[in-house]
Each structure stands twice: as C-alpha cells, then as structure tokens.
C-alpha cells in the first residue's frame, strides 16, 4: 500500500520568514496531491492541491510543488503570518483512490 | 467548495452503548465516503470507505462488527461504534469525494466521541 512519510514533524519560524514541509510516498500510481490545514479540534481544510500533470501551483502565499520522478512534493509558505500557525498534513490518493496522510507538521509562526 | 455536514459534533456516552454518527453531503452526490479517526496529536487514520448501495471496505486492522457503515443514500452515510468502550473515545471525521470538483475531497467538521 501506499506509504506517505512527512518532515519535519515541529517547525517554528519567525513570522515574515518562509515554512517548507517535504512529504514522500511510494505509489508511483498516486496522482493527487493535496494540503490540508488543520486547527485545534476542527476539520482539515484543505489550502492547495497539484495533480500529476502539473509540476507547481500557487496560491498566493502558499505554492506547492511535484517531482514525480523522485516522488516527492512540498508545501511552500512565504511571508508567515501567526494565523499559518496550525498543523498541515500531506495527503496522497492510493490506486484504490482513498487519501493516505503523512504524519502532520506541527507549524508555530512566532510574532 | 463542497459542503460536507456531520452530526453531532460532539457525544459523550457510557461504555457498553452504541452512538451513530451520520455524514451528508449537502451541496453534491457523493458515491463514496470515507471514515478517518484521529487521536490526540496524531494524523488521521483511515477506517473504511462508506459505498452507496454496498458494503463499506474496511482498512486492515478494523473491526467490521464494531464499526458498521451504512451509506443508504447519495448524501448520507453513518457510522455506529457498537458497544463502546473508553478507548474508542477519538475525533471521527468523515469526507465525501465531489466529481464536480475534480474528485476533491472535503471533509465534515468532525464528530468527538467521549466514552466513560
């Protein structure tokens, strides 16, 4: 099955500074990559995707990039803000379709 | 986006009881959803794929009888946690797949079960 592993598990970053989170995984069948937020308590939100057509995305702040071939992809937040400070999870569909996370990126943006 | 609703949103119950947890898709049909739990400061963990018309799948390690996934309708699946006991006490979660959205997955508020 697909196996996601997702580093590092604690950053902390002063705000105005930029935040990466790396994830990996092993389906080289996986075509959908998306990122969630997570705050205390509530449900995953989901802030940027990228599918395997595509080697980066951006949204603003927030960009997301794909190697297929070293099947890894990464989170990329700019110019922190206190209100990034949650926990991100990385996220890859299996061949079954069913989204297998990474372990979460405690993410703490100090003022 | 999509909406996904799921109800309560929190329950506290005795062990030995069953609580169900009920996931609809508001906005859009959803042929399949899916059941995470998550423990404190852990990641969600996939239980089972609720399928409309058909049995759920469960993931490796889940007990069928213990956690039954109905999916009667394009808008609705539940989970019931059969006699419940204290270590059943989690965040469950569910999400639903919107083909609208280029197969996005959104996901429910979350339902905090207690058992004491």
């Known amino acids: 099955g697909e196996n996601v592993e997702q580093h590092p598990s604690t950053l902390s970053v002063q705000e105005g500074d930029s935040a990466v989170i790396k994830c990996t995984y092993s389906d080289s069948a996986s075509n959908y990559f998306p990122w969630y937020k997570q705050e205390l308590g509530k449900r995953p939100q989901l802030i940027i995707d990228i599918r395997s057509n595509v080697g980066e995305k951006k949204d603003q702040r927030i960009a997301v990039t794909l190697n297929k071939t070293a099947k890894h992809f990464s989170l990329h937040i700019t110019e922190t803000q206190p209100e990034d400070s949650a926990v991100y999870f990385c996220?890859?569909?299996?061949?079954?379709?069913?989204?297998?996370f990474g372990a979460g990126t405690q993410v703490v943006v100090t003022p | 986006g999509a909406v996904v609703s799921q109800h309560p949103s929190w329950v506290i119950c005795k062990s030995g009881t069953s609580v169900k947890i009920e996931c609809r898709s508001l906005d859009f049909q959803a042929t399949t959803m899916f059941w995470y739990r998550q423990f404190p400061k852990q990641s969600l963990m996939l239980m089972a794929t609720?399928?409309?018309?058909?049995?759920?799948?469960?993931e490796q390690g889940v007990e069928k009888d213990k956690f039954l996934i109905n999916h009667a309708s394009l808008t609705l699946s539940t989970l019931t946690v059969t006699s419940a006991h204290p270590e059943d006490s989690s965040f469950y979660i569910c999400?639903?797949?919107?083909?609208?959205?280029?197969?996005?997955?959104?996901f429910g508020e979350g339902s905090w079960l207690t058992v004491v």
């Open positions: 996220a890859v569909n299996d061949s079954w379709g069913k989204l297998q």
């Open positions: 999400s639903a797949r919107s083909g609208e959205s280029g197969n996005t997955i959104y």
């Open positions: 609720s399928n409309e018309g058909s049995k759920a799948t469960y």
